[in-house]
């Protein structure tokens, strides 16, 4: 016997935006939401500790576990490809952005119109005896309003009907002739008002001109000096590499010679040496003979030696030649170095409002970059306890297993993130690389006074982190709970620009190539950390995925 059940659409809406379920997830309870929907719910309930179902209302002391619904997941799939699909929002029942229904009772429909008569809104169903009644004929309805106590007179307690010509608000007929008695005093003081106005006005504009011309002056200066200061540093290097270049041709020119000369001795002492070893066979020899004859005619030529050649022109001191040429060199840079030194802690590099007008522009190639990396590492005491952490603290890798971490009020409990030691307040580079699914990079703010994101809060979740997602599907930028795809290409490292003076923070896929993905322009007002973020299944154990800061010095 085949068994046919007739399905409501509202069956699978979600109770919080009332739309079909996306992501179905389950809590404790057994009510299932979209995941994203629960999580915003749950998001705002962080600070007041407790967490509650907003359907039986049931309360739970420890934020609930997110699990994903696989039946509603696998059925709802299937009735997508049916044609099924959830009612909109708007099609009947009232949503946050709504105005509803003043007499339904449990789940309000939206209204059809609003009553300035009675006060009141009213669905389609309720709105009927505005039509047919001939009770309400002089009743003024009009397009949905949620603020229908704006039309009620404070001072008459009356419907305003009239409508003021001078600043085309409602009025009623008891208060028109005290306002033509406001409205000539008033039209006086609106006279010396704007003659004040006019003044400050005229002020101003004064202003705007001079600020206007110094800041060209200041242009003007700036790129001046930056010209001027090319030149003279330009000069000083050529200086520099000529007297460099002097230098290593008259090291080159003294070695060659001590060289040539040292050669030329090294070959007359071979040479001395096997005559003396020859001499001295011929001894032997002739030491042996017990021909009278030949030993009288042999020993002559045999016992002179001849006098030994003078061979003190070579150093045999050890000393080292060249040390004199690189002491005056020495000499000469400490000369150099000492004023240098002295007259630039004279020139002033702190930041003021006009080193705003002159950003440094933002490295082209990864040596430039480099320039400005920074080795950073993890701040246990924020490492959420689903993150191992290894490599001196610059890798995290999530595990299924809970790390015996202690109790920290930075630590993040819910999401496996951690955010670096190091506070970033100027011009940084690093890089993340990542093993797994996919990784979460990110900068943020760590302020005591704003728990959400120091305890709980996700990355790009808030107003106070600003973060990359890249996964198999892409890369995705997150902030203020706002995802905006980004293309680009894929690559397991992903280097960050940061400029917090300037307000500028770049993302990079970095390969053979520096490929820009995304620029954020804004105002920090806070120092910045580093962020990671790993990926994990709800409700599937995981473990493996890893990011790592770089080492690039």
Known sequence: MELKVQLNRETFSCPICLDLLEDPVTIPCGHSYCMNCIESHFDEEDDNEIHSCPQCRQTFTTRPVLLQNTMLTVLLVQLKKTGLQAAPADHCYAGPEDVACDV????????????????????????????????????????????????????EEEVMKMQCCDNRQCICQSTVSTAMAERTTRRDKIKLSRQRLSHRLQRREKDAKALQREL???????????????????????LVEKRRSDVKREIRSQLNGKLTQITELRQETEHEITWLKRKDAGLKKLSRTNDHNEFQRCYPSLARLGRLKDFSVVNKSHVRPFEGITGILSEVRDKLVEPLREKWTNIPLGMTKADALLPEPEPETRDEFLKHSLDITMDPNTANKQLLLSEGNRKATYVSKAQSYDSHPDRFPAWPQVLSRERLTGIHYWEVESKGKGVKVAVAFKNANMGGLRRRRRFGGNNMSWALVSDNSGYKFMYNKITTPIPGPQSSIIGLYLDHGAGNLSFYSVSDTMTLLHRVKTTFTQPLYAGIGLFHALGVTAGGDSATFCKLK
């Open 104 to 155: 339904c009772s449990g789940r309000k429909l939206k209204a059809l119109k609003s009553c300035l008569i009675c006060l009141a809104s009213y669905c389609e169903q309720h709105l009927r005896p505005h039509y047919e009644s001939p009770a309400f004929e002089k009743h003024q309805l009009l397009d949905p309003s949620g603020t229908l106590q704006v039309n009620i007179c404070s001072r």
């Open 216 to 238: 060209e002056t200041v242009n003007d200066s700036a790129g001046k000096a930056l010209e001027e200061s090319e030149e003279i540093s330009a000069e000083l290097i050529r």
